[in-house]
């Protein structure tokens, strides 16, 4: 058994305001592992996998003993770090902080997604895939090259449910992925489940992350994924 659980994603898997725990936190408090959280609200996967590999460069001991659940977001998120600062110049010290871009759109209306509203331009939503599927096959490279015990799932929707990709080459990358370490790849998101029980699942017809009782419904499914498949 582990001893610690790190849990990475979006703010799906972070504590919010008014909302005393996520997946993370219950599945650390229901297998008695002290958890490790690297989530961060609006950031994207490309963050997601930089600062997960950097931990364990950073804490090789934690290889051995550490399980952990990643809550893959939105593909179309671009991450970079602007290491700017401003006294830059005097103190010789750059700094690494993370970031996504944002659209005009999504500054002056944060409740719409922009990512999307930016791929309907074009209709390059096979590229999201493409580039989803290649986030995750890194990951599972990562660990499962050093043997870490994990498990994935989709924290919100790859593309909008009422699209669909009609995969060819692309297939190629799916069979790939470890579907015994991935709850429902390519189908159901936490996102899409909480939806699909509002209002008791989300916070306020406002905002639609998870309430209390919306984590804790998502925990219980990806608790039995995970002792199903004796991922820990």
Not at 118 to 147: C, G, P, S, W
Not at 207 to 224: C, F, M, V
Request: hydrophobic residues 35%; positive net charge; proline residues 3%.
């Amino acid at each position: 058994m582990c001893k610690f659980l790190l849990s990475n994603g979006c703010s799906f898997l972070t504590k919010r305001k008014g909302i005393n725990n996520h997946t993370g936190v219950l599945l650390s408090d229901h297998y008695d592992c002290k958890h490790i959280s690297l989530a961060s609200a609006g950031k994207g996967n490309d963050r997601l996998v930089v600062t997960t590999k950097l931990f364990f460069y950073e804490n090789p001991e934690r290889i051995k003993d550490t399980f952990v659940l990643v809550g893959w977001t939105n593909p179309a998120r671009i991450d970079y770090i602007n290491n700017y600062r401003e006294d830059w110049s005097h103190s010789k010290t750059w700094g690494e902080s993370w970031f996504s871009l944002k659209t005009k759109k999504e500054e002056e209306n944060p409740a719409q997604d922009p990512i999307w509203n930016t791929y309907k331009q074009v209709h390059n939503y096979a590229n999201l895939i493409a580039r989803m599927f290649r986030q995750i096959l890194e990951m599972q490279d990562f660990f499962e090259n050093l043997e870490i015990k994990y498990c994935m799932y989709h924290a919100l929707d790859a593309i909008p449910h009422n699209i669909k990709i009609k995969l060819e080459k692309l297939e190629l990358l799916r069979e790939k992925i470890n579907k015994n370490r991935f709850y429902r790849l390519g189908e159901k998101s936490h996102a899409s489940f909480i939806c699909a029980n509002k209002p008791k699942f989300v916070v306020s017809k406002r905002d639609l992350h998870p309430s209390d009782e919306g984590h804790a419904a998502w925990q219980k499914k990806i608790k039995t994924f995970i002792e199903k498949n004796n991922l820990i």
